[in-house]
């Protein structure tokens, strides 16, 4: 079922694999990876026999607030919410089918 977290913004409530407050999560080192400065990433370019292990995007739902939510999705995307981690927890709960 699709969740409304923000007034344009919807994800699937069961594809969600976990919610964190901003709090838990270390920015600097997630903005390095994804801007393909990583040290771990920069030693998977240059190895010849690497394969690829799977996707992860970064998707930035904010509208130019602060971060408060970071919501991990089975799929492997991360995506930033300015909403508060209590009320998203509570919109996924309830679009959720048990």
Same mark, same amino acid.
């Given at each position: ?12 409530? /069961? $594809? #969600?694999?976990?919610?964190?407050? @901003?709090?838990?999560?270390? *920015? &600097?080192?997630?903005?390095?990876? *994804? @801007? ?7 030693? /998977?370019?240059?190895? /010849?026999?690497? =394969? #690829? +292990? ?10 130019? &607030? ?5 919501? *991990?999705?089975?799929? %492997? ?9 209590? +009320? #998203?927890? =509570?919109?996924?709960?309830? %679009? &959720? $089918? *048990?």
């Amino acid at each position: 079922m699709l969740v409304p977290i923000t007034k344009d913004s919807y994800i699937t409530a /069961e $594809r #969600v694999h976990s919610i964190l407050p @901003q709090e838990y999560i270390q *920015f &600097r080192k997630v903005k390095k990876i *994804f @801007q393909g400065n990583d040290v771990l990433t920069e030693e /998977e370019k240059n190895d /010849e026999n690497n =394969e #690829v +292990k799977g996707n992860t995007s970064l998707i930035d739902i904010t509208y130019g &607030r602060s971060v408060e939510t970071v919501i *991990f999705m089975d799929s %492997g995307q991360l995506i930033l919410s300015s909403v508060d981690t209590k +009320k #998203v927890i =509570e919109k996924v709960n309830k %679009g &959720r $089918r *048990f």
